[in-house]
């Protein structure tokens, strides 16, 4: 079936310091793949999305690529800062059901001041 | 712009009573509302899926009896979870479409904790 793998539960990082998330999914079809990020006490936010193979999506400084031939999609930004501190979900979207998403279980990121 | 408003934020029940959850649209009409359950150590789980005037669908593992939904109209919707026991712990999220747009709003969550 259908499903999404994040490796790291938790990464802590410096301000200024490259952020790498890593998250591979499995899947048939041409699904559209998000990163979605949860602060604390709010629910997940739309960080980007790209729904065709090979693109790639970015959004505040946030990029990622929908890599068909490793089934990846990455989370990376160059330089992060204090306030990019939260729970970062890749999310695998269902062809025929928008709302049958497939989250993984999250990385949280702690940026030190 | 759309937004997805969800209360109470966190509730705190005894074993075996109900609770109830409420999730509004603002700016856009919410045709469909799911429902998802983040329990701890887990990730999202889809509940169910509730479109005005059609009938809910219920995810394997989730039904009717243990989460009535109720969906009367474009920008409400609201879940209950009868006889809460431990395992029923976690955050519940309502998430709304906006086809405009085609973008899934979540709401912050409402957190449940059973004592």
């Known amino acids: 079936g259908n499903s999404v793998t994040q490796m790291q539960g938790q990464v802590t990082l410096s301000e200024e310091e490259f952020l790498f998330i890593n998250c591979t999914y499995s899947?048939?079809?041409?699904?559209?793949l998000f990163w979605y990020v949860q602060y604390p006490g709010e629910g997940p936010q739309l960080l980007l999305k790209?729904?065709?193979?090979?693109n790639k999506g970015s959004s505040r400084g946030f990029e990622a690529t929908y890599d068909k031939g490793t089934t990846s999609f990455h989370l990376q930004k160059a330089s992060v800062q204090e306030s990019d501190s939260a729970v970062y979900y890749c999310?695998?979207?269902?062809?025929?059901?928008?709302?049958?998403?497939?989250f993984g279980k999250g990385t949280h990121l702690h940026v030190l001041p | 712009g759309a937004l997805v408003y969800q209360y109470p934020r966190r509730t705190i029940c005894k074993s075996g009573t109900s609770m109830r959850m409420e999730c509004q649209a603002v700016g856009f009409q919410a045709t469909s509302v799911a429902w998802y359950r983040q329990s701890p150590q887990k990730t999202f789980e889809l509940i169910a899926l509730?479109?005005?005037?059609?009938?809910?669908?219920?995810e394997q593992n989730f039904t009717q009896e243990k989460f009535p939904i109720s969906h009367p109209n474009l920008s409400f919707s609201s879940m209950t979870v009868l006889n809460a026991y431990l395992e029923d712990r976690g955050l519940y999220l309502c998430?709304?479409?906006?086809?405009?747009?085609?973008?899934?709003?979540f709401g912050e969550g409402s957190k449940l904790t059973v004592l």
């Open positions: 790209v729904t065709t193979a090979n």
């Open positions: 899947t048939t079809g041409y699904p559209t």
């Open positions: 998430g709304a479409l906006d086809r405009g747009t085609g973008q899934l709003y």
């Open positions: 509730s479109t005005v005037n059609s009938a809910i669908k219920y």
């Open positions: 999310v695998l979207g269902d062809d025929t059901n928008a709302y049958k998403v497939i």
